[in-house]
């Protein structure tokens, strides 16, 4: 979208309308992917700051919700499903911990991700981010020193989460499962 098509939209009084019908809808029934579309517009369109901190509170509180419920249950969320918005917004929240150095806060996060993702791929990167984050890995140096930006993973499910790594992920994992498992341990209890 250029610069004068924002603006357009910006400024179109039936598509701000139509925005704010969204936004109220899928509050109000707390569609994830709705609330990701809905916050997709605001964010690219540099709309109200209250309207996209509102919408960001609303998929949160729905995505610990579903969560919560999934630990329970004792049931995996998909990647090919609508559980992603669940994943994301989860994963979203422990990556904004992470950026504020809450390396206590994201370790948890990670960790039940890690556990409850039904997606061997995305559940070693969760275990990579839990290794950083207890590491007190700074998350530019994380970026830098191990997160590949040579690959790019062709599979779209992927799209939200980092995945590709400079080295090879079951080496690393096998390098670090004492930190892992001491990791479980002291961590398990949130699974409960």
Request: hydrophobic share 35%; glycine share 2%; with cysteine.
């Amino acid at each position: 979208m250029t610069e004068q098509e924002m603006q357009e939209a910006r400024t179109n009084p039936e598509f701000l309308k139509y925005l704010q019908q969204k936004e109220d809808e899928a509050i109000n029934t707390k569609d994830l992917a709705s609330l990701y579309e809905v916050l997709d517009n605001l964010l690219i369109l540099d709309l109200d700051e209250q309207r996209v901190q509102k919408v960001y509170e609303t998929i949160l509180d729905t995505a610990f919700t579903k969560i919560e419920q999934r630990l329970l249950d004792d049931s995996k969320l998909k990647l090919n499903n609508n559980d992603i918005y669940f994943i994301r917004a989860f994963y979203e929240h422990a990556v904004e911990k992470y950026s504020y150095k809450d390396f206590e806060g994201a370790m948890k996060l990670f960790f039940i991700l890690s556990e409850l993702v039904e997606d061997e791929k995305l559940a070693k990167s969760m275990a990579i981010h839990l290794i950083a984050c207890d590491n007190k890995t700074d998350m530019d140096k994380f970026y830098t020193t191990m997160v590949s930006s040579n690959q790019m993973d062709q599979d779209e499910q992927y799209g939200y989460f980092i995945v590709n790594y400079n080295f090879d992920i079951d080496s690393y994992l096998d390098q670090n499962k004492e930190q892992l498992q001491k990791l479980a341990n002291q961590l398990g209890d949130l699974l409960k």
